[in-house]
């Protein structure tokens, strides 16, 4: 149905009795409640059977059989049950109208009533309604209480449930991506959310309770005597729903192939060599040296791009003496004082051949890029690596849209099966949609290392890979020989000199 509700015709106290199942009474059925601002408002009267309490249109659902969009069937007893209409009138502190607007809200309590409670799964529910008819059995023969509802003097209407609805209406608009043309945004966008107002709300605590606002073991801002409307309960439970029924799955960037990166580097080192004008020169040094620093580096955009000269050591062949490197071998090292993955309050260090042993080589583009910008020796000074002569500061997605995809597309217009499927003729098939981050070379490199390669002498170690990627635990979760394991620099360059 267009406003979303999917009540079955006529649905009142008598279909229920003809259904063996007995009707979910809304809380306030038969009384009045009061407004908070002195109203009374009448007494909803509502009864429903579980499956008259179901969604339509345009709410949507990955499961099969309308499963995620109906109450559970196995459901027969629940503590306070308030209805949709109810909930409504309480946080709008007014009588309903026949609106759009009133309607919506409509729509979007019931979706988030049906998700909260479908945020345990069908056996769960059928397994507890059993012992819960054997504790209302107990209850009978011994005269005593236990399960007991909260007494209700007005239906709760905190701050947690317009949220909720918000992000129940912002999981209904049609996808921007021409990867999922056609369809309501993934979860992993609806999600943000949540975060955005638990971001609020957090801020707003420490800065009027520093005395009482604290982090939970879920890092969740609490109070001592409430909590974050969107750390609560309901708000976890309607949540856990709502990713069963959109989904949680992400789609990665495209990884990079060796044969790729190979052809992308031969090209630019070509474009070098005829290039006349020295601003033509620098580009394709600074697209070279980006090329190789991404795939042996495993870089993320932020690292690469913001790279200034004084966080880059270049030991040539024949001069890293001081770091016991044999007379052939030289290394880069790459220094990050600014915030990264790994931590933000840990300065961190990248080792990297000088030349890999497939010949990548980003010491040769570090000197040619030096040369070009006529720097006499290797510079010490904070600017930008990837700085033009105009002050502009390149990017990955200026580097992806200026070398990256029309590099790949040339490989796809010459044969190359990995890329042939992405003509651009259906959407979404663009090589621009697939290769859209500078992780397509990290996670190619990644898995380029976990197998003997032509042209390589070994694959990497665990150990290597884990120390190379500069991901880590939480501190007391990594061994402890990883926690202080500083290998000599022979080492560090160990996978990208024998692997890549």
């Known amino acids: 149905m267009s406003n979303g509700i999917g009540n079955r015709p006529n649905c009142c106290a008598g279909c229920c009795r003809i259904l063996e199942s007995p009707p979910v009474v809304c809380t306030f059925a038969r009384q009045g409640f009061a407004f908070d601002t002195g109203g009374a408002a009448r007494p909803c009267g509502t009864r429903y059977h579980h499956e008259c309490i179901q969604l339509g249109a345009p709410f949507s659902s990955r499961l099969k059989d309308r499963r995620g969009l109906q109450f559970p069937g196995q459901v027969q007893r629940l503590a306070n049950f308030i209805c949709e209409a109810c909930t409504v009138r309480a946080v709008l502190q007014r009588e309903l109208r026949y609106e759009s607007n009133d309607l919506a809200l409509l729509a979007l309590e019931r979706a988030r009533l049906i998700d909260m409670l479908n945020s345990w799964s069908e056996g769960t529910h059928a397994r507890y309604q059993s012992h819960l008819r054997y504790v209302t059995s107990f209850e009978t023969e011994f005269g005593v209480s236990i399960l007991t509802p909260t007494l209700l003097l007005c239906p709760p209407h905190s701050a947690a449930i317009p949220t909720m609805w918000a992000q129940q209406r912002y999981s209904l608009q049609p996808s921007p991506s021409p990867r999922r043309q056609g369809q309501s945004l993934a979860f992993g966008t609806v999600r943000g959310i949540r975060s955005a107002v638990g971001q609020f709300y957090q801020w707003d605590w420490q800065v009027s309770y520093p005395d009482r606002a604290v982090h939970d073991g879920g890092n969740r801002a609490i109070l001592v005597e409430q909590c974050s409307p969107t750390d609560s309960i309901a708000y976890t439970a309607m949540t856990r729903g709502l990713a069963t029924r959109k989904g949680d799955n992400s789609q990665p960037s495209r990884a990079l192939l060796a044969r790729h990166v190979m052809f992308i580097d031969k090209y630019l080192d070509d474009l070098y060599r005829t290039a006349t004008e020295p601003g033509d020169r620098a580009d394709a040094a600074r697209a070279g040296l980006s090329n190789t620093c991404a795939w042996l580096g495993w870089f993320r955009a932020m690292e690469l791009f913001c790279l200034e000269w004084s966080n880059i050591t270049v030991v040539d062949p024949g001069t890293g003496g001081r770091f016991e490197l044999p ?77 990256l995809v029309p590099l790949l597309e040339m490989q796809r217009l010459q044969g190359d099966p990995y890329l042939t499927e992405y003509d651009g003729v259906t959407p979404g098939s663009h090589l621009s949609d697939v290769f859209y981050s500078i992780h397509s070379w990290r996670d190619g490199a990644e898995t380029h290392v976990t197998r003997h390669r032509p042209g390589c002498l070994r694959k990497a170690t665990k150990t290597e890979v884990y120390g190379h990627g500069r991901w880590r635990l939480a501190r007391s979760s990594e061994p402890i020989d990883d926690q202080y394991t500083q290998p000599p620099v022979l080492d560090q360059l160990a996978i990208t000199l024998y692997c890549m």
């Open 327 to 403: 007379d052939h071998v030289g290394g880069i090292r790459f220094h990050f004082p600014l915030p990264t993955k790994t931590s933000r309050a840990v300065d961190t260090n990248l080792w990297c051949a000088y030349t890999s042993g497939s010949g990548v080589s980003p010491g040769k583009w570090f000197h040619r890029l030096r040369r070009t910008l006529g720097m006499s020796d290797f510079p010490t000074s904070d600017t930008p690596v990837f700085q033009r002569s105009g002050g502009q500061v390149w990017n990955s997605v200026y580097f992806r849209k200026t070398y």
